[in-house]
């Protein structure tokens, strides 16, 4: 850029340094031919110098002009019309100075002189238009449009040289030469390609500033050559090829532009829908990727429908489960009618009361095919989704179905103050828009159901941590005991749950449960029945006041249909005995070391938050066993005796009875793994959906 | 899966459960024991003869209905539970709370009693 700015510079020094070489050297040859005083100066030096000074006013427009990074038409011909007025103010205050002074106007040298300031300005005024009309016509060149100009340049370059030649040949030559010039320039003068880009104000200014360069251009032609007229005053009186090619051209391709403008006039309208048309589709695509909400995407297309058609009025109108984001199963969406009721709208100037007003017409008057979305033909007729209508504000109805996923969620509707105020053309481009919403639509439905996953499972991961950490690292024990627990969560989060607590020297309170549901709500009551355990057992209750008091804590923050199980023992190393009672658990199972038998402990007993009133202790029984040194027992949640093979058939009871049975002489901690190992080996590949939780407490 | 068949008969309404009700059809059987209530009715059977399986969110549904249909007066009797689903129900103690039939007859009994 730096380059392209110095040799602007540079070309427009040299062009004024060899415009004031000009002068000089053309006056001082003129006064060596009027007082045949020898200067030194040949007749041919003023020549050079003229070329040098077209070359370098042409390098100067070239970088100003090619350069420059607007593409705007306008501005382009804003540029054109700025130096026009410029050179052309200059020239005409020159010329009123000339008619002031009057006398002078006859004097050979202020007359050579007033004509060479006028040819600077206007050959500056043509060499500047040329370039920009040279970036009008290569406005989406071809090759072959290349190639033409780059002869028509390459042409009027070399005329530089005419001028050298001698005056015969250059006579034989000058007018083919001009001629093919022109031609060629006519020819090329054809690409007008950029009119079509602008819009209807944009054409009116170009023929305004078109018509004042035109205006321009006649007075530097009546202007030169009326100097040119008087060719026995000036010396310079060869006129260029250069000049005059550049002069027609820029006059043939401003006329035509002109008329071109003016023709395409009615028609930009047309134009300019189209492009508003590809705007449209492409805010109806992007607002995918950018609206947060479907609402914006109907918004847009209703916006852009009635804008594109020209429509009066209109709306659009989704059934509310179309509208929801379906997260919930789909079979539950009930298919969109145009009669039913809550309907969701989006209007554009229009009432409630035209809306229903309309529906009637069509109903009453059985309108066939508006509304009608039930023909599953593919092989779209246009004319079936049009409508006259007699409504007192509107005559002309177009209707298409929204579709999403193959299914219809709601219509689009155009109104028309006139019969007959929509065709064919309208309903395809309002057909297109409408498709284009659906995909919309369902790509933005499947991005948001993508992000709700993503955040459930961040949701879940957050639980899974909760739950962990619920759970104790080691469990309280004494001499009188030992124990060891097992739990792995599924890979969903459970609600298992186990805890310990000291009272005093001799009792350990002891809790297993299972809170009914999955998830998030699963860890959070989870949680609380912690909380209730750790405060409840500082309060040294019985088993079934424990659970009396916990339910009754527990019913208020439960949801409706969930509970909790659990079963509470209280181990009293004092009296070697162990107090319990069973809110809804699995039943304990216990190995009685002196009998050698293995049984269960059915108590009484009633799920946490199943009957929330003061009714509940009357649902529970206590029980105790006093423990003997070799007695067994175990605790365990529902996941394990519900643990289902590919059979489909459970674990059970019996089973975890018998391992019981076979291993009751092993340590607590082998009864465990042992009781695990085979659980596992019965479930086999089977996916774990359910939590496995076992207790086992070995006493001494 | 759970299909759910509503029959009338002589003023009480037969909810005939198949399949498993687990915590997505859990939602199945809420609806159609809500809108039994909601028709109006004072005497609900469920019949659980083919009820292969149930999930603890299964049995919250019965729950949640007890406390209102205590209210309400309306009796709802269960029969033909298979041993696994009536231990469940045992288990937690839901018998206790609800009215549970061997079978048919028993249940067409205690609920005009």
């Given at each position: 850029?730096?380059?392209?700015?110095?040799?602007?510079?540079?070309?427009?020094?040299?062009?004024?340094?060899?415009?004031?070489?000009?002068?000089?050297?053309?006056?001082?040859?003129?006064?060596?031919?009027?007082?045949?005083?020898?200067?030194?100066?040949?007749?041919?030096?003023?020549?050079?110098?003229?070329?040098?000074?077209?070359?370098?006013?042409?390098?100067?427009?070239?970088?100003?002009?090619?350069?420059?990074?607007?593409?705007?038409?306008?501005?382009?011909?804003?540029?054109?019309?700025?130096?026009?007025?410029?050179?052309?103010?200059?020239?005409?205050?020159?010329?009123?100075?000339?008619?002031?002074?009057?006398?002078?106007?006859?004097?050979?040298?202020?007359?050579?002189?007033?004509?060479?300031?006028?040819?600077?300005?206007?050959?500056?005024?043509?060499?500047?238009?040329?370039?920009?009309?040279?970036?009008l016509i290569l406005y989406q060149k071809s090759k072959l449009l290349m190639r033409g100009w780059q002869v028509f340049e390459y042409g009027l370059f070399f005329s530089i040289i005419f001028v050298f030649l001698p005056d015969g040949l250059m006579y034989q030559i000058y007018g083919i030469t001009l001629s093919i010039l022109v031609i060629l320039g006519v020819v090329l003068s054809v690409n007008m390609?950029?009119?079509?880009?602008?819009?209807?104000?944009?054409?009116?200014?170009?023929?305004?500033?078109?018509?004042?360069?035109?205006?321009?251009?006649?007075?530097?032609?009546?202007?030169?050559?009326?100097?040119?007229?008087?060719?026995?005053?000036?010396?310079?009186?060869?006129?260029?090829?250069?000049?005059?090619?550049?002069?027609?051209?820029?006059?043939?391709?401003?006329?035509?532009?002109?008329?071109?403008?003016?023709?395409?006039?009615?028609?930009?309208?047309?134009?300019?829908?189209?492009?508003?048309?590809?705007?449209?589709?492409?805010?109806?695509?992007?607002?995918?990727?950018?609206?947060?909400?479907?609402?914006?995407?109907?918004?847009?297309?209703?916006?852009?429908?009635?804008?594109?058609?020209?429509?009066?009025?209109?709306?659009?109108?989704?059934?509310?489960?179309?509208?929801?984001?379906?997260?919930?199963?789909?079979?539950?969406?009930?298919?969109?009618?145009?009669?039913?009721?809550?309907?969701?709208?989006?209007?554009?100037?229009?009432?409630?009361?035209?809306?229903?007003?309309?529906?009637?017409?069509?109903?009453?008057?059985?309108?066939?095919?508006?509304?009608?979305?039930?023909?599953?033909?593919?092989?779209?007729?246009?004319?079936?989704?049009?409508?006259?209508?007699?409504?007192?504000?509107?005559?002309?109805?177009?209707?298409?179905?929204?579709?999403?996923?193959?299914?219809?969620?709601?219509?689009?509707?155009?109104?028309?103050?006139?019969?007959?105020?929509?065709?064919?053309?309208?309903?395809?481009?309002?057909?297109?828009?409408?498709?284009?919403?659906?995909?919309?639509?369902?790509?933005?439905?499947?991005?948001?159901?993508?992000?709700?996953?993503?955040?459930?499972?961040?949701?879940?991961?957050?639980?899974?941590?909760?739950?962990?950490?619920?759970?104790?690292?080691?469990?309280?024990?004494?001499?009188?005991?030992?124990?060891?627990?097992?739990?792995?969560?599924?890979?969903?989060?459970?609600?298992?749950?186990?805890?310990?607590?000291?009272?005093?020297?001799?009792?350990?309170?002891?809790?297993?449960?299972?809170?009914?549901?999955?998830?998030?709500?699963?860890?959070?009551?989870?949680?609380?029945?912690?909380?209730?355990?750790?405060?409840?057992?500082?309060?040294?209750?019985?088993?079934?006041?424990?659970?009396?008091?916990?339910?009754?804590?527990?019913?208020?923050?439960?949801?409706?249909?969930?509970?909790?199980?659990?079963?509470?023992?209280?181990?009293?190393?004092?009296?070697?005995?162990?107090?319990?009672?069973?809110?809804?658990?699995?039943?304990?199972?216990?190995?009685?070391?002196?009998?050698?038998?293995?049984?269960?402990?059915?108590?009484?007993?009633?799920?946490?938050?199943?009957?929330?009133?003061?009714?509940?202790?009357?649902?529970?029984?206590?029980?105790?066993?006093?423990?003997?040194?070799?007695?067994?027992?175990?605790?365990?949640?529902?996941?394990?005796?519900?643990?289902?093979?590919?059979?489909?058939?459970?674990?059970?009871?019996?089973?975890?009875?018998?391992?019981?049975?076979?291993?009751?002489?092993?340590?607590?901690?082998?009864?465990?793994?042992?009781?695990?190992?085979?659980?596992?080996?019965?479930?086999?590949?089977?996916?774990?959906?359910?939590?496995?939780?076992?207790?086992?407490?070995?006493?001494? | 899966?759970?299909?759910?068949?509503?029959?009338?008969?002589?003023?009480?309404?037969?909810?005939?459960?198949?399949?498993?009700?687990?915590?997505?059809?859990?939602?199945?059987?809420?609806?159609?024991?809500?809108?039994?209530?909601?028709?109006?009715?004072?005497?609900?059977?469920?019949?659980?003869?083919?009820?292969?399986?149930?999930?603890?969110?299964?049995?919250?549904?019965?729950?949640?209905?007890?406390?209102?249909?205590?209210?309400?007066?309306?009796?709802?009797?269960?029969?033909?539970?298979?041993?696994?689903?009536?231990?469940?129900?045992?288990?937690?103690?839901?018998?206790?709370?609800?009215?549970?039939?061997?079978?048919?007859?028993?249940?067409?009994?205690?609920?005009?009693?």
């Amino acid at each position: 850029m730096a380059s392209g700015k110095a040799l602007s510079r540079i070309s427009l020094t040299v062009a004024i340094l060899s415009w004031l070489a000009l002068v000089f050297s053309d006056l001082t040859v003129l006064f060596s031919s009027n007082t045949k005083v020898v200067t030194g100066i040949a007749e041919e030096v003023p020549f050079i110098f003229r070329s040098i000074y077209f070359l370098a006013l042409f390098f100067f427009f070239k970088y100003r002009i090619e350069k420059a990074e607007s593409v705007n038409f306008v501005d382009l011909l804003w540029r054109v019309f700025v130096t026009g007025l410029l050179t052309t103010v200059f020239s005409l205050s020159l010329k009123s100075i000339d008619l002031i002074i009057g006398s002078l106007g006859q004097n050979i040298f202020v007359l050579n002189t007033f004509y060479l300031i006028n040819l600077g300005l206007a050959s500056a005024f043509v060499i500047s238009t040329f370039l920009v009309w040279k970036r009008l016509i290569l406005y989406q060149k071809s090759k072959l449009l290349m190639r033409g100009w780059q002869v028509f340049e390459y042409g009027l370059f070399f005329s530089i040289i005419f001028v050298f030649l001698p005056d015969g040949l250059m006579y034989q030559i000058y007018g083919i030469t001009l001629s093919i010039l022109v031609i060629l320039g006519v020819v090329l003068s054809v690409n007008m390609k950029w009119v079509a880009y602008l819009n209807f104000k944009q054409k009116w200014k170009s023929i305004l500033l078109l018509f004042l360069i035109l205006l321009y251009m006649g007075y530097f032609y009546i202007n030169i050559t009326g100097f040119e007229e008087n060719e026995t005053l000036l010396s310079l009186h060869h006129n260029t090829v250069l000049l005059n090619a550049m002069f027609i051209f820029i006059f043939v391709y401003s006329l035509l532009s002109v008329l071109v403008i003016l023709f395409n006039l009615p028609t930009s309208s047309v134009f300019e829908q189209k492009l508003g048309e590809v705007v449209s589709y492409q805010r109806l695509s992007q607002s995918i990727q950018t609206e947060t909400s479907e609402e914006k995407v109907y918004e847009i297309l209703l916006d852009s429908a009635i804008s594109t058609v020209f429509a009066d009025a209109g709306w659009l109108e989704l059934s509310q489960n179309g509208k929801s984001k379906s997260e919930d199963d789909a079979s539950k969406d009930s298919p969109y009618s145009p009669y039913q009721d809550h309907l969701v709208y989006f209007k554009y100037e229009i009432e409630d009361t035209d809306i229903s007003e309309i529906k009637q017409i069509l109903k009453k008057n059985k309108i066939r095919g508006v509304f009608d979305f039930n023909s599953t033909d593919r092989a779209v007729n246009y004319s079936k989704f049009l409508s006259s209508l007699k409504h007192s504000n509107f005559k002309s109805i177009l209707v298409f179905p929204l579709q999403v996923q193959d299914a219809t969620i709601g219509a689009l509707v155009l109104l028309k103050d006139v019969s007959d105020g929509f065709n064919k053309e309208m309903a395809e481009i309002a057909h297109n828009f409408v498709n284009q919403a659906g995909i919309s639509i369902e790509n933005f439905r499947l991005l948001t159901s993508a992000l709700e996953n993503e955040r459930y499972r961040e949701e879940l991961k957050i639980a899974k941590k909760v739950q962990n950490s619920l759970l104790p690292s080691l469990l309280h024990s004494n001499t009188d005991f030992d124990i060891v627990a097992f739990s792995k969560a599924a890979d969903e989060v459970g609600g298992d749950y186990y805890d310990s607590y000291q009272v005093d020297e001799n009792r350990i309170n002891l809790v297993i449960g299972d809170v009914s549901g999955k998830g998030t709500s699963a860890a959070f009551n989870m949680s609380q029945m912690k909380g209730v355990f750790h405060s409840l057992s500082q309060m040294d209750l019985k088993a079934t006041d424990f659970f009396a008091y916990a339910n009754k804590a527990l019913s208020s923050c439960l949801e409706k249909t969930s509970f909790i199980t659990a079963s509470y023992f209280i181990i009293d190393k004092k009296k070697r005995r162990v107090e319990f009672a069973r809110a809804g658990h699995t039943p304990t199972l216990y190995y009685h070391r002196d009998r050698d038998q293995t049984e269960f402990y059915e108590n009484k007993g009633l799920g946490l938050g199943i009957l929330r009133d003061d009714n509940y202790p009357n649902y529970l029984e206590e029980a105790f066993v006093d423990y003997k040194s070799g007695d067994v027992m175990v605790l365990y949640t529902d996941g394990i005796t519900e643990a289902a093979n590919f059979k489909n058939e459970e674990y059970g009871y019996d089973k975890l009875k018998t391992m019981l049975e076979i291993h009751k002489n092993k340590t607590a901690k082998e009864i465990s793994e042992l009781i695990i190992d085979d659980l596992y080996t019965f479930v086999g590949d089977t996916n774990v959906n359910d939590d496995y939780t076992l207790l086992v407490l070995k006493f001494k | 899966m759970i299909n759910i068949d509503t029959v009338v008969e002589n003023g009480v309404a037969t909810l005939k459960l198949r399949g498993d009700v687990d915590a997505s059809s859990s939602i199945d059987l809420d609806n159609a024991i809500s809108n039994t209530k909601n028709a109006g009715h004072k005497k609900i059977l469920i019949d659980a003869v083919e009820l292969n399986y149930i999930s603890s969110a299964g049995l919250g549904v019965f729950m949640s209905y007890i406390k209102d249909f205590e209210k309400e007066g309306i009796k709802l009797v269960l029969f033909g539970l298979n041993e696994k689903v009536l231990n469940v129900f045992t288990m937690l103690g839901l018998d206790q709370l609800l009215s549970i039939a061997s079978n048919e007859a028993d249940a067409q009994k205690l609920i005009n009693a």
